[in-house]
């Protein structure tokens, strides 16, 4: 079994050394040795969290607090988690020029903490929030204290991800 996986280790970095164009797609998976649990397995947020009632862009407007009971428990282990090997690795590899694009559905940012620069985030990320109603950014970590993040003109703040229902581009 030992030759038949370094036979297609050695074939995969040849591959990637001859490519001119190498992208790695990521999900979930890469993320949990960093202490993510998958959103849908047992211990993630959907067996705790009825996606219909907490992800929604609808159930966020008509009551953005109980939305938000739910992100701050997934902003306290997300803003927990450290860059594991495979996001460093990664890193390395985009370093090294053998990487040019990693294209994630994570909202966690351990890419980029893991040291890539070229890093497509389909659903979004977590790190920054926006108001709804004006427009304004901020970093998610200059509110973590308040309960309920709130921008200057007192609207309630909603994170960068993807809510179902609704593109990922805040838009008023």
Request: proline share 6%; glycine share 10%.
């Amino acid at each position: 079994m030992g030759t038949i996986m370094n036979d297609l280790i050695r074939a995969a970095a040849e591959m990637i050394f001859k490519s001119n164009l190498t992208l790695a797609l990521t999900g979930a998976g890469i993320s949990v040795e960093s202490g993510i649990p998958d959103f849908r397995s047992a211990g993630g947020l959907w067996s705790k969290y009825d996606p219909s009632d907490y992800a929604t862009i609808t159930a966020f407007r008509q009551n953005p607090e109980r939305v938000w009971n739910m992100l701050r428990e997934m902003d306290a282990v997300v803003s927990g988690a450290r860059p594991n090997p495979a996001h460093t690795g990664l890193g390395e590899m985009e370093k090294m020029g053998f990487l040019h694009c990693i294209i994630t559905q994570n909202v966690d940012n351990l890419h980029q903490a893991g040291g890539a620069k070229n890093v497509i985030e389909y659903h979004g990320n977590s790190s920054t929030l926006s108001c709804l109603s004006c427009g304004r950014t901020y970093r998610a970590e200059e509110k973590r204290s308040e309960g309920t993040p709130r921008c200057e003109c007192k609207n309630i703040l909603k994170p960068d991800v993807v809510f179902f229902g609704r593109p990922f581009r805040p838009q008023p």
